[in-house]
């Protein structure tokens, strides 16, 4: 009796410490052996515990879950000293946390939150508390560990790829390039006494074409938010209306032969990027990155190419609060070295980390016209101006980001030709500036490509075709018409759209961004070249504003090719091995890559439901090699799974399904 007594005493005891400990910070003595000092935290059972740690593989710091708690808030913290260094806020509500786990390099953090619908992997960089990406998981993992070259974290048992993070994990920032002009063909210094060829080379960085860049200047659907928000609510690109609206425009434009568009990002900074009360700016709002995301993936539907301009030279204008809404004003982000680098460091760092290998991206626009901003002969448009040389290390200081954290170019607008003078020195990839001046003779012979990035469409001496004849003779690299949206006395771009859609069809061997530089010629006594049996890939429409040329002669039926084997470069192949799926990322997320691999031609690319990021959770060939689907994820409606289908004979999207819950079981769309 006495034994059995204290059993029971003893049991009481533990029961009320247990519960006299519960929800108090957990001590490194509690943890399991996988969190005392190591780099990851798991949960076995539940959640992380309340106060683990997880120390980085340097030995420096360590982070761990904040209060409040279940909304995705990880501190990082000096190990030495205990000192708070920063907070990476995931904003969310009631979303347990799972898993932290710091990269080998001890750059990059793992978060990993599940909640009632579902969960995600975000991807946070150590240094600045900035998200570099998220991807969705279809399970309830408990732990994490990052793979052995970075690439990838594995998720209990299945591998879970991190697109976002390029071909490293964690690439170290490439060193700032000097001011010493180089070439956008090699990036080698180029001497300034010798010119330029008149193109840009423009699409995989492996395998670039020259082309002259022929587009529009959209500029903007709402200007200065069409990416954030602001006091007056959120109407930007990846709002419902907004992004139905840019959708119809995209197609108008590709219809009409438009190869390139040159959008305003920041404008005057009305909406983003985020100022504190200080003036300095603190990063992107929660709307940012699904606009941008939603602007990306249209560009990548209607195979449009972007030139982001970041600022207006309207930036500096003096202060105007409208219903609540800052506009202008904000002369100190470019004269306040302070203010200057907290833009460098939490923004534009971030969204060149984030943006900077995306194909459909062509060059990152310092500021439009900024001599308006200047005090300068001809400058001073604007209420505050600043000192050009204040100006010209803002653009020096932001062409070296672009040049580190990106693979793509750096430009600047200037508001006349004779200003391009103002940044020679820059490190610039293109020259750029407008014409507006009736008698402009629009020269363009520099030591760099140049391009008109605007003219009028519209109270001009010149008609379209006159223009765009006259830069392309002077050895310009490209030309922008003003302007599709900006509704202004100098543009109508819809009104000589059929006259713009004809000479760029008429140029197409020049501009055509991702067509051979030249045709194939065959020899005069054999038939031409086959016809590919597949249609392009339905991402990537050719303009119809011109009739096609035919072909005089018949097309010869090719001869059957062998049946290939097997590749291992991708996931899945069809029953009669002919068609092969891959992965590939896109600015809209990880889609399936169909090839045909008898004629080595692509044949589609599939697309989620929705033009936001997302991840294809499963595909698979028809039985009767004529069909592919493809499965993608969503839970803001209940968890489902939506189903698109496509045609392997014209690449196009056939039909699609809805299934409910998560399966990856896409055969039976076939059963």
Not at 237 to 266: C, P
Not at 473 to 494: H, I, K, P, T
């Amino acid at each position: 009796m006495q034994i059995t007594q204290f059993v029971l005493r003893l049991s009481l005891l533990i029961a009320l410490a247990a519960f006299a400990c519960r929800g108090q910070p957990v001590t490194g003595a509690t943890l399991g052996p996988s969190q005392q000092g190591a780099s990851c935290v798991d949960s076995p059972r539940g959640s992380v515990p309340q106060g683990a740690r997880a120390s980085s593989p340097d030995g420096q710091f360590y982070a761990q879950e904040v209060e409040p708690l279940l909304s995705g808030r990880v501190a990082i913290f000096r190990l030495e000293t205990g000192e708070l260094l920063r907070v990476i806020d995931l904003r969310e509500r009631n979303n347990d946390l799972k898993a932290l786990c710091w990269s080998p390099d001890s750059r990059l953090l793992a978060i990993m939150l599940h909640h009632g619908g579902g969960g995600y992997i975000a991807i946070a960089e150590a240094a600045s508390a900035s998200v570099l990406g998220r991807v969705p998981i279809t399970r309830w993992y408990h732990s994490l560990r990052w793979s052995a070259d970075g690439t990838s974290l594995l998720a209990e048992d299945d591998a879970i790829p991190m697109p976002f993070l390029g071909p490293t994990q964690s690439p170290a920032p490439r060193a700032a390039p000097s001011p010493t002009a180089r070439s956008v063909a090699t990036g080698r210094p180029m001497p300034t006494s010798e010119p330029a060829p008149p193109r840009v080379p423009v699409g995989p960085t492996d395998a670039r074409d020259a082309r002259f860049l022929l587009g529009v200047n959209y500029p903007w659907h709402h200007y200065g938010h069409d990416f954030g928000t602001t006091a007056w609510g959120h109407d930007g690109a990846s709002a419902t209306q907004s992004r139905q609206a840019i959708e119809a425009d995209f197609a108008f434009l590709r219809e009409h032969g438009v190869q390139v568009v040159r959008w305003f990002l920041f404008a005057d900074g009305r909406a983003a990027p985020e100022f504190d009360a200080d003036g300095q700016v603190t990063g992107f709002d929660e709307y940012f990155h699904a606009d941008l995301g939603a602007v990306l993936g249209l560009a990548e539907q209607y195979d449009l190419r972007l030139i982001l301009v970041l600022f207006n030279y309207q930036v500096a204008d003096q202060p105007q609060v409208v219903n609540g809404v800052q506009l202008f004003g904000r002369s100190r982000l470019i004269s306040d070295p302070l203010i200057r680098q907290s833009f460098l460091d939490n923004a534009l760092r971030p969204l060149l980390e984030r943006y900077g290998t995306s194909p459909w991206i062509i060059a990152w626009e310092v500021m439009s016209e900024p001599e308006g901003a200047m005090t300068i002969p001809g400058g001073r448009w604007v209420g505050d101006p600043v000192d050009p040389a204040a100006m010209q290390a803002f653009v020096r200081e932001v062409v070296e980001y672009i040049h580190a954290y990106s693979t793509q170019y750096a430009t600047v607008g200037s508001a006349w030709r004779d200003a391009l003078d103002y940044w020679k020195g820059s490190g610039l990839d293109l020259y750029q500036y407008h014409s507006y001046e009736p008698n402009d003779p629009l020269e363009c012979g520099l030591d760099k490509p140049v391009i008109v990035g605007e003219f009028p469409t519209a109270a001009a001496t010149r008609t379209l075709t006159e223009y765009l004849d006259t830069i392309l003779r002077s050895g310009c690299a490209g030309a922008l018409a003003w302007s599709y949206r900006a509704e202004d006395e100098v543009s109508d771009f819809r009104g000589v759209a059929a006259e713009f859609a004809a000479w760029s069809a008429a140029h197409e061997v020049e501009v055509r961004i991702g067509a051979p530089q030249t045709q194939p010629t065959a020899p005069a006594e054999l038939p031409s070249p086959p016809v590919p049996t597949h249609a392009a890939p339905v991402a990537t429409p050719v303009p119809t504003a011109a009739p096609r040329p035919t072909v005089a002669t018949p097309v010869p039926t090719p001869a059957p090719a062998p049946t290939p084997t097997l590749d291992n470069r991708y996931s899945l192949h069809s029953p009669d091995r002919r068609y092969a799926a891959a992965l590939v990322t896109a600015a809209s997320g990880v889609h399936y890559r169909v090839d045909d691999l008898t004629t080595g031609h692509s044949v589609l690319t599939t697309r989620a439901q929705y033009p936001t990021w997302n991840t294809v959770a499963a595909g698979a060939f028809s039985p009767d090699n004529t069909r592919f689907a493809a499965a993608y994820h969503y839970s803001h409606d209940g968890t489902y799974t939506w189903v698109g289908i496509w045609s392997l004979a014209s690449g196009e999207l056939a039909g699609s399904r809805i299934i409910a819950g998560w399966t990856r079981d896409v055969t039976q769309v076939f059963r």
